[in-house]
């Protein structure tokens, strides 16, 4: 008689080993795509970093090459020689 309480025991033991596989099987699963994310939000981030430093470069290219900004002196002095070559022969 005490055969089939053994099996009972085993068999119950047997249904919690399943059920724990099981979970660690959707574990599993839901860790691969947290990875999955993961590396889709890092290569995203590497290509706004990258995007951000190619903007960077253009408006500091784009400052320093403008009148406005005091950094192509030629521009200025040559406007402001012809005004003045404008008023001194008026």
Do not use: C, W
């Amino acid at each position: 008689m005490a055969q089939p309480y053994e099996d009972v025991v085993v068999d119950g033991e047997r249904e919690d080993l399943i059920n724990y596989v099981r979970h660690v099987l959707e574990l599993q699963t839901q860790l691969r795509g947290m990875i999955s994310r993961v590396d889709t939000a890092r290569k995203e981030h590497q290509s706004l970093t990258t995007e951000n430093q190619l903007l960077q470069k253009y408006i500091n290219n784009s400052l320093t090459s403008t009148a406005v900004f005091g950094a192509t002196n030629g521009a200025i002095n040559t406007n402001n020689m012809s005004l003045r070559q404008n008023s001194t022969d008026s």
